[in-house]
């Protein structure tokens, strides 16, 4: 029973975790996005 809650704990970690970095990863984009806006709107 323990092994099992173990893994299961484990198993909601490592998908947190990709879940997370998908996230950032988004997150990184439109940050760049709205940078190329501005350069476009300075230029």
């Known amino acids: 029973?323990?092994?099992k809650c173990i893994a299961f704990v484990c198993s909601?970690?490592?998908m947190a975790t990709l879940?997370?970095?998908n996230?950032?990863?988004?997150a990184g984009?439109?940050?760049e996005a709205g940078g190329q806006a501005i350069q476009r709107?300075?230029?």
Do not use: F, P
């Open 19 to 21: 879940a997370g970095c």
């Open 29 to 31: 984009e439109d940050v």
């Open 1 to 3: 029973m323990i092994k």
């Open 41 to 43: 709107s300075a230029q």
């Open 12 to 14: 909601m970690l490592v």
């Open 23 to 26: 996230t950032v990863h988004g």
